[in-house]
């Protein structure tokens, strides 16, 4: 008997994400190319055949190959939910690029929609497929630095010509506000945050949050495009130390606590915090995190065993918009929001 073919795979809109996971779709050997649809053509050149390029989704669904298996929605993200909907109704699983969709209405139609079909779906929070993240993840739960204090994320750069829809909240900002949630390993329970537009624009572009999960740890998220250098770094800090996140070169460090003795002075040794202790770097396999992505979806679609806990559910990306909606009404009124 044969074994099972790898399922077909399209992607729908040839922009920044969408074009790196046509090469990944094309390249890939657990996954086959089944085209691409992008009504402004492939200007990026991602598309190796021709043939396989198409205009609109109804033309990808009817075209001669059949529909595929799945699609990867990488539309602008008011696009999201008539895109998701036709491609549920015709029966393919859709993976849609973060957020899932403008709002938390919107968020909820695409849901109804993949459900009423009996399709899978995920949302691309391709940041939870970064190595030094998943790691970094890992050892926390591992107990490495003990009780967590505090979850923080920095993510700032340089405004991208590519948007144009939404501001920093909604753009950026989801990936820390899924990633506080995934490491601190409960629900976002309150945010207060501050906003500012400095570029003329309509939206913001940068966000300042603070706030608390479920479980009564502390995060913060800086967040902007008005740096002129990118970072990208994740702390985890803990009563044994820090774990700290280079994600944009996959690094992973710890940073130990180093308790030092007073002998013979109670006092001071009651107020002795902790001190600088050795520093470590681990040695990491790297990927390429949309790649691991992809192949969490595939196999999710394939019914693998253990498959869900390599993609972010509907329901997670649902509950990381309200976030982001909580995060702008705090910035609007000044007022923590609860969740």
């Known amino acids: 008997m044969a074994p099972p073919q790898p399922p077909r795979g399209a992607v729908v809109g040839l922009g920044m994400m969408g074009r790196h996971h046509a090469r990944i779709l094309q390249s890939n050997p657990k ?108 050892r926390v739960q591992d107990g490495q630095i003990g009780e967590v204090y505090l979850v923080a994320t920095e993510r700032v750069g340089p405004f991208p010509d590519r948007i144009r829809d939404v501001g920093v909240v909604k753009d950026l900002a989801t990936h820390d506000l899924d990633l506080v949630r995934w490491l601190g390993g409960a629900p976002i329970e309150r945010v207060a945050a501050q906003t500012q537009h400095r570029m003329g624009r309509e939206h913001e572009d940068l966000v300042l949050v603070t706030g608390r999960l479920g479980n009564g740890r502390a995060f913060n998220a800086m967040v902007d495009w008005l740096t002129p250098t990118k970072v990208r770094r994740t702390r985890v800090l803990g009563e044994g130390g820090m774990l700290v996140a280079d994600t944009l070169n996959a690094d992973l460090y710890f940073y ?84």
């Open 31 to 138: 996954m086959r190319f089944a085209g691409a649809v992008d009504p402004g053509g492939d200007r990026f050149g991602a598309v190796r055949d021709g043939a396989l390029l198409y205009a609109s989704v109804d033309e990808l669904l009817s075209a001669p190959g059949g529909a595929p298996d799945f699609a990867v929605i990488a539309v602008p993200t008011e696009e999201h939910v008539p895109t998701a909907r036709a491609l549920a109704e015709a029966g393919v699983h859709v993976l849609v690029e973060k957020p899932l969709a403008a709002t938390v209405e919107e968020a909820r139609v695409v849901i109804d929609a993949v459900r009423a079909a009996g399709v899978h779906g995920a949302v691309g929070h391709v940041e939870r497929c970064n190595p030094a993240l998943r790691a970094l993840r890992e």
């Open 256 to 339: 130990a606590n180093a308790h030092v003795p007073t002998v013979g002075w109670p006092e001071a040794a009651a107020r002795r915090g902790v001190a600088e202790g050795d520093m470590t770097r681990y040695a990491l396999e790297r990927r390429e995190p949309l790649a691991v992505e992809l192949e969490a979806f595939c196999a999710l679609i394939a019914g693998e065993d253990g498959a869900t806990g390599g993609v972010v559910s509907l329901d997670e990306g649902l509950e990381t918009v309200a976030v982001a909606e909580a995060v702008l009404e705090s910035a609007r009124s000044g007022e923590t929001c609860a969740l």
